[in-house]
């Protein structure tokens, strides 16, 4: 089984926030001494991270929204930040 398979429910940790810098105009993630900068298509992963959603629901929305979405772009979003205890995906 991967990390993040299509069927996979994908949210952030508890430990983790999305925020918008204003000021600099980007979108990050907050952790524990920790600061990841993401584009605004990695903030509309993220968003749609509600451990509601399967990876291939929030595929699917994502290409409604947006031309280019490649096959496997959220799922490796995912697993990244599963790897970096950014997120926690329920399997079933």
Known sequence: MEITEEAARPRLAPHVRLVFN??????????????????????AIVELCD?????????AELRSRYDQVA??????????????????????
């Open 71 to 92: 096959d496997g772009d959220v799922q490796r979003f995912v697993t990244l930040l599963v790897t970096k205890h950014g997120m926690e995906v329920n399997h079933g």
């Open 22 to 43: 204003a000021a600099r105009g980007q979108y990050a993630l907050l952790l524990p001494e920790t600061v990841w900068a993401i584009n605004a298509t990695g903030a």
């Open 51 to 59: 451990a509601q959603r399967t990876v291939a629901e929030i595929s």
